[in-house]
């Protein structure tokens, strides 16, 4: 990838983990949805900050997403973006305290590899 195409990428990846952390924070503040409760945390995601902010961190990944698209090969790009995997698992480690067992970390290194061989030019 040339760097203006590795910057979209990037920014791609960063905006839609950050859209995760946000939708997972607003998520918090809304509290579990039951049968009983459902409309009313429907109506409550239109008023919360947190779950607005991950929606538009999403949005902002999305149309980085189509830029990258305009100028890498879908093969390449749509892999690659399985890099947000990553930072989703270091996100919920780090800010929401979730355990990452083995089976996870080996998972999460063979997406790894995988990224990288799919990026790799020949």
Known sequence: MT???LGLFLISILT?????FLLKTGALQLGKV????LTGH????????AVLAGLSCYGLGAISYI?????????VAGPSVAMVYIFSV???YFFFR??????????????ICGVLL???KN
């Open 67 to 75: 830029l990258l698209l305009t100028r890498v090969n879908l093969s």
């Open 98 to 111: 979730e355990a990452i067992p083995l089976s996870r970390a080996i998972g999460l290194g063979l997406i």
């Open 42 to 49: 429907i109506l409550a995601m239109l008023t919360t900050p």
């Open 118 to 120: 799919v990026m790799w």
């Open 16 to 20: 839609s983990a950050a859209g995760q």
């Open 90 to 92: 270091l996100i919920g």
């Open 34 to 37: 039951n049968a009983s409760n």
């Open 3 to 5: 760097p203006p195409e």
